[in-house]
């Protein structure tokens, strides 16, 4: 049986040790970058509205239908089961909601944010 001391690890060289590759990481690109528009915020944006586009409303429609069975298994279980299987279905279907409205809204958001980023661009700004 392996048993792990938690106590024993150094929780503060594991951060700076992590701190330490991430700015590895990060540095270059950062002291490489001469304005926002080298960073290509703006294509991540349009790669993040095509995929909430195109998968949101699949994601949704699969956590309603989830959301549907759970209700349905809940049924068959005694009172403090079913619960939790309802609570479980409740939740679920406020993220399917979420997950639809942020998929319809994708494209207003990703527009908004574009002329936003646009036009606070250090060669836009006097």
Known sequence: MIRMDLGKYDYSKMKTILS???AAILLPRLVGAQSFA???IISTLTYVQDLLTHIGPILSAILFIIAGLLYAIGQLFPAHQR???HTTAGD???GAVVVAVLSVTANSFALASTHLLSNSTPANVT
Do not use: Q
């Open 20 to 22: 330490i590759c991430a």
């Open 83 to 85: 619960a939790s299987f």
């Open 92 to 94: 679920m279907i406020m």
């Open 38 to 40: 080298t960073l290509d």
